[in-house]
């Protein structure tokens, strides 16, 4: 699939409203260790990828591929439980295709989630990050190719990808709820081997707060779509040079008490 046809995400997005009960105005997808999220909704309804025409299938560890729709604290919120990783071998066009199918159903917000490593030196393991920007090297992006005009402009302005409105909205929530949140740039890498101790300290340098393997094209086809987007990463691991050697992602227990924590009560206020 190089280049996304409006009839495959028309196909795409007739199946899935044959086979859901509702489209949420909201809409979740689930980062690397996070799935677990949607086990925590009640009403669920699924949808595996493999069955939707034309829709790429996860095929990283633990994610399981498939759409959950259900209801958090009441308010309906429809989740991918997995993403879709350029460095499982898709094309750009094919990373971002559930996003334009979405926003074909009438998802108004997605929230993205990621595991990221920590680049900034006061971040720890646990910490959960809002992103209020981002850092691309990577020179392939998922508007290259002919624009599909229903969509959004040829040249889209990414000055408030990350929307203001929510990250505010997100702010505000934390404070009240005594959830702590740390605030930053993220930085994207294709993977899937993570970087070196150099690359990390050159990040660091540009800027960047944490750094991870997806997120960014789903933010610039959702910006492009006129989508509310919010981002979060959950700090699993400090990056390379900053311990003598790599380990395995962790999840906190307080870390995720605070990021499903928050994730509701975003739900809730903008569902």
């Known amino acids: 699939m190089l280049n996304t046809t409006l009839k495959q995400i028309k196909e795409s997005t007739e199946y899935l409203k044959n086979n859901l009960s509702q489209v949420p105005s909201v809409a979740l997808v689930l980062g690397s260790g996070l799935g677990y999220f949607a086990d925590l909704l009640e009403e669920k309804e699924i949808v595996d990828y ?12 633990d994610h399981k591929g498939r759409f959950v729709l259900g209801k958090i ?3 309906a919120v429809l989740v991918m439980q997995g993403r879709i990783h350029y460095y499982e071998g898709y094309s750009m066009d094919e990373v971002v295709f559930p996003i334009r199918v979405m926003k074909a159903l009438g998802v108004k917000n997605i929230f993205l989630t990621n595991a990221a490593g920590g680049i900034n030196e006061e971040y720890n393991v646990g910490d959960i990050m809002m992103i209020s920007d981002h850092i691309k090297f990577f020179n392939d992006t998922p508007l290259r190719g002919k624009n599909i005009d229903e969509f ?12 203001k409105s929510l990250r505010s909205l997100a702010r505000k929530i934390a404070d009240e709820n005594g959830i702590p949140l740390r605030e930053g740039v993220y930085s ?5 081997c993570f970087e070196t101790p150099a690359e990390i300290r050159m990040l660091r340098i540009l800027g960047a707060d944490v750094v991870g393997m997806s997120t960014v094209p789903e933010v610039i086809c959702a910006s492009h779509a006129g989508l509310g987007v919010f981002a979060l990463s959950f700090v699993t691991n400090l990056a390379a ?5 790599m380990h395995e992602l962790e999840y906190t227990p307080d870390g995720k008490e605070n990021f499903n924590h928050l994730i509701t009560e975003m739900i809730k206020a903008i569902a």
Do not use: E
Request: hydrophobic share 25%.
């Open 73 to 75: 604290s009441g308010k």
């Open 188 to 192: 994207y890498m294709p993977g899937p």
């Open 241 to 245: 040079g900053m311990l003598d050697k």
């Open 50 to 61: 493999k069955d939707i025409p034309h829709f790429p299938v996860s095929t990283a560890p």
């Open 152 to 163: 959004g402009p040829r040249f889209n302005d990414m000055s408030d990808a990350y929307t």
